[in-house]
């Protein structure tokens, strides 16, 4: 029989594991759409020269 501590302690494992995971996600999300901001800006500067 598993006990409500168990169950609690895995629960708050998975939601913390997950909110990692997103957080991870968020962050590479942010990175990828930074560098592409930063490549169009370089292209265009590029151009202009």
């Known amino acids: 029989m598993v006990s409500g ?3 609690a302690d895995f ?3 998975a ?4 909110m990692m995971l997103l957080t991870v996600y968020g962050g590479y999300l ?3 759409r930074a560098y592409r901001l930063l ?3 370089r292209e ?3 151009r202009e020269e």
């Not at 939601?15 to 997950?18: D, H, P």
């Open 5 to 7: 501590k168990q169950l």
């Open 11 to 13: 629960g708050y494992k």
């Open 30 to 32: 942010c990175g990828v």
């Open 44 to 46: 265009r500067q590029a």
């Open 39 to 41: 490549q169009r800006r």
């Open 15 to 18: 939601f913390s594991g997950s």
